[in-house]
């Protein structure tokens, strides 16, 4: 994807007038679409994101459309999700379809009688970026954009039910006659259209008229971009993420990433997911732009890494110090800790070292680390606790293979240290309390013990199996299980509440 | 195959069922009237005249036992069921044959919470969490047992003479019998003659010792088109070839391959409990591996295992592996959509 990146940027044609061309008159500002003009803009881009820190929206040229209040008022995470959220429901469009939109969110959007709740919104978003991408941005090359304040009902409709869309009813009356031209899908009409869309300040429309700003230029000088809709819409998609990498991440960049990088049950959490996606250009090694690493919010990290998306109970990583070493609760304890003060280091180290190794000499490097680590937590250990030392056995030098460390590294080496290490310390936090729970259970039935501390029952004989392996993975089958029932029940009730809201 | 003609009555295409003597139905035409409660009546059927030799061995101990088992199945199940809003399964029977399978896999002299545990691990972990009847990959008696055997080995292996009536409640003092499986591990032809194995006249589990009404509840089922014979038989002749060919310590090969198959639960296992349909594999060739497998794996266990009984274990073993096996040789579907053109 990178090379491809590389080579599509100077296709882009320095001057928008290009696309007079084609017969698609585009009204550009003058201060151009900065990250869509190559090395240039790419400079430029460069420089006025240095000036503002980590917002990448305000490297924007003034006046240009892309300048936004509210996505700037946002934190970063919030930032990306929105403005994913935007795209992804601008693409539906209709609102029998069940179309969401997060109104409350949007400044100047007229808010449709029926909008859904933004909490019900989020989850659906899901779903529908799993749906390639390109069949959407494919009819919108030839198309035209919609109009202002009418960002749901006309942005895409020609994409989804072209047939359909002129009956809908429009959501603004300026927006009518906008909509019903919009579908239409001819040039005379996107002449029509396009000032409207490039000056529109709906904020969900905004980054989308952005990118189809740059994005004209770019398809105007190519002669099959009308005809191969499909593959020119990725293309142009692809172009898109090369022009920005590190402002904002388009939604094929972020797919990819998605799929390798999370669990299912990770992926559902929009938040969560922002603060990953929000990164993702920056993995190519070989660009000449380090983007400042981003930092993910430290109170979601933190409720992550312990509770809703516990490495040990919904991830089920690092399940081995389970099998063995967790059959009393002082071992299991020792273990957790073990892995928390290697994951701490490996976590912090691959923040540190971030693209400047390709991933795989990192992996190593990582492993290396953590074996350094695990070498001296034996030392310590015996030190300190030796009867834990003969219980725990092999199982020490095994940390420095735990599946958590890389796990959470591709996470960490896309954010900024500071971030890493919330999220090394959270996740180790989550993981350790976790074993530890599940090493107290384990005594308490399988020897009849608390923290050594004889709790026997006369007639009550020890379930022996718990102090075996087996019980451990049994035990640890049916505590993840509760707990996903748990978070499955609380997001429905939350979610349940916050349409009640509404 | 006893399986293709087990599609219940419920199922059947309603408008196949008119009045007039034509009927069009899809396939297949050849129906049997056999549900999971038909199916389940015939086991129980079968395993009730081990019931009345172990009250006759035993005493009055082994049936109360049995009810405990049966009745905290039942239980497990019914509530398990309710608590998750699932349609209630406790009318198939399948629960009731769990309890008595579990039942038959323990010693008469265990006190009465040990089946209950054995139940609840059985009905609750193996079966329900997976999904209820048709969904377990092991079998939840077999489990059941394997569970109280690592959990409570020493009440899970102590053997009462038979002809020694228990109490029904109370403690009591027996005096414990020497199971011929222990015999058998140390490479020793048991005291108990080939008859008296054959009988049941031996320390075992309650359900386990009569291997010849065992036989004969198993060939009801063979008869009565329950079970197919090729996993039971496939089973007990690997076992025999295998103990034929190696016996241990220098024993008379002959005598050594009967004490090996007449001992221990091998029989009860064999044609009630590797033949679970949800559990062993559906092709014929997946069938005879896996019998072949339960055979070897129940001689390796036998011969080097930890435990003086393995059959369970070897079930298990085999019962989680039986996904694979049966994907040896897949039927393959001919026409279909690939080959039109």
């Given at each position: 994807m990178s090379d491809k990146r590389r080579e599509d940027v100077p296709e882009v044609p320095e001057d928008p007038s290009v696309a007079e061309g084609n017969g698609i008159d585009i009204p550009v500002p003058e201060e151009a679409p900065a990250r869509g003009r190559g090395r240039r803009g790419r400079k430029r881009a460069e420089r006025s994101e240095a000036d503002s820190g980590l917002l990448p929206e305000s490297g924007a040229p003034a006046g240009t459309v892309y300048t936004l209040g509210p996505q700037n008022e946002f934190g970063d995470v919030e930032d990306v999700s929105f403005e994913q959220a935007s795209e992804d429901a601008a693409e539906p469009s209709e609102p029998k379809k069940g179309a969401a939109l997060d109104i409350s969110d949007i400044p100047n959007a007229v808010a449709a009688p029926d909008a859904p709740a933004s909490g019900k919104f989020r989850k659906r978003k899901k779903r529908r970026t799993a749906q390639p991408r390109n069949t959407a941005a494919a009819p919108e090359e030839t198309s035209v954009p919609a109009a202002e304040d009418s960002a749901p009902s006309s942005q895409d409709a020609p994409a989804a039910e072209p047939a359909s869309v002129p009956e809908e009813p429009p959501a603004d009356v300026n927006a009518a006659e906008n909509a019903d031209k919009a579908p239409s899908g001819e040039p005379e009409t996107s002449e029509a259209a396009e000032p409207a869309a490039d000056v529109a300040d709906a904020a969900p429309k905004a980054s989308r008229s952005k990118r189809r700003g740059k994005r004209r230029p770019a398809q105007a000088d190519r002669p099959d971009s009308g005809d191969t809709?499909?593959?020119?819409?990725?293309?142009?998609?692809?172009?898109?993420?090369?022009?920005?990498?590190?402002?904002?991440?388009?939604?094929?960049?972020?797919?990819p990433k998605k799929k390798s990088r999370r669990t299912a049950a990770q992926a559902e959490d929009a938040a969560g997911d922002a603060a990953e996606t929000e990164s993702a250009p920056s993995e190519t090694p070989e660009k000449p732009l380090r983007a400042p690493k981003p930092k993910a919010p430290a109170a979601t990290l933190l409720l992550h890494g312990i509770l809703s998306e516990n490495p040990l109970l919904f991830g089920l990583v690092g399940v081995f110090?389970?099998?063995?070493?967790?059959?009393?609760?002082?071992?299991?304890?020792?273990?957790?800790?073990?892995?928390?003060?290697?994951?701490?280091?490996?976590?912090?180290?691959?923040?540190?070292?971030?693209?400047?190794?390709?991933?795989?000499?990192?992996?190593?490097?990582?492993?290396?680390?953590?074996?350094?680590?695990?070498?001296?937590?034996?030392?310590?250990?015996?030190?300190?606790?030796?009867e834990t030392v003969d219980a725990l056995g092999i199982f020490i030098p095994l940390v420095a293979v735990c599946g958590l460390t890389l796990a959470r590294e591709s996470f960490a080496s896309e954010h900024h240290p500071a971030s890493a290490l919330i999220d090394a310390a959270a996740c180790g936090v989550g993981f350790a309390a976790a074993l530890t729970l599940l090493g107290v259970i384990r005594e308490v039935i399988g020897s009849r013990a608390l923290f050594g501390l004889d709790i026997s029952v006369p007639g009550l004989p020890p379930v022996l199996v718990f102090a075996a392996p087996a019980g451990g993975l049994l035990l640890l089958g049916l505590l993840s299980g509760a707990a996903r029932y748990v978070r499955t029940k609380r997001r429905a009730s939350k979610r349940g509440s916050k349409e009640a809201e509404l | 195959m006893a399986r293709s003609n087990l599609i219940p009555k419920a199922r059947q295409n309603p408008l196949a069922r008119g009045s007039g003597s034509l009927r069009r139905s899809p396939a297949p035409h050849l129906r049997a009237d056999a549900s999971t409660r038909s199916i389940m009546s015939d086991v129980l059927i079968a395993l009730s005249p081990m019931l009345i030799v172990s009250v006759f061995f035993y005493g009055f101990r082994t049936l109360a036992?049995?009810?405990t088992s049966v009745a905290s199945c039942i239980a497990f199940e019914w509530l398990f069921r309710r608590a998750v809003k699932k349609p209630a399964s406790v009318g198939d029977l399948s629960a009731v044959v769990t309890g008595v399978l579990l039942a038959y896999n323990l010693p008469a002299s265990v006190p009465y919470w040990i089946p209950v545990v054995g139940a609840a691990f059985a009905i609750l972990i193996v079966k329900q969490l997976y999904g209820g009847i048709g969904k377990n990959f092991l079998n939840p008696a077999l489990a059941g047992k394997a569970f109280l055997l690592v959990c409570f080995p020493d009440v899970m292996q102590t053997w009462t003479q038979p002809?020694?009536?228990?109490?029904?409640?109370?403690?009591?003092?027996?005096?414990?019998?020497?199971?011929?499986?222990?015999?058998?591990?140390?490479?020793?032809?048991?005291?108990?003659?080939?008859?008296?194995?054959?009988?049941?006249?031996?320390?075992?589990?309650?359900?386990?010792?009569?291997?010849?009404?065992?036989?004969?509840g198993g060939l009801y089922l063979i008869l009565r088109r329950v079970i197919s014979a090729r996993i039971p038989l496939v089973y007990l002749g690997t076992v025999a070839v295998v103990t034929l060919l190696f016996p241990l310590g220098g024993a008379r090969p002959l005598e050594w391959m009967t004490s090996e198959l007449l001992s221990g639960s091998l029989i009860l296992a064999a044609f009630f409990m590797a033949t679970d349909y949800t559990t062993s594999p559906v092709t014929p060739l997946g069938q005879t591996v896996y019998a072949v497998g339960c055979g070897l794996v129940t001689v390796f266990l036998r011969y080097f295992g930890g435990w003086t009984e393995s059959v369970c274990f070897a079930i298990l073993i085999m019962n989680s592996c039986a996904w694979l096996v049966d994907r040896i040789r897949l039927p393959q579907s001919r026409g279909g959509a690939r080959n039109v053109r």
């Open positions: 809709p499909s593959e020119s819409g990725e293309a142009a998609a692809s172009r898109d993420t090369a022009s920005a990498p590190d402002a904002e991440p388009a939604v094929p960049a972020k797919k110090p389970v099998v063995a070493a967790a059959s009393t609760g002082l071992t299991a304890l020792a273990a957790g800790i073990c892995v928390l003060a290697a994951l701490i280091v490996t976590n912090l180290a691959a923040a540190l070292i971030g693209d400047r190794l390709p991933r795989r000499l990192r992996a190593a490097l990582l492993l290396l680390l953590a074996a350094c680590v695990s070498a001296g937590e034996q030392f310590a250990l015996e030190a300190l606790l030796p | 036992l049995t009810l002809f020694e009536h228990l109490p029904l409640f109370g403690p009591f003092e027996a005096e414990t019998a020497a199971n011929p499986l222990e015999a058998l591990k140390n490479g020793l032809i048991p005291d108990d003659s080939a008859l008296e194995l054959l009988l049941g006249r031996h320390a075992g589990a309650l359900g386990e010792t009569c291997a010849l009404l065992l036989l004969f």
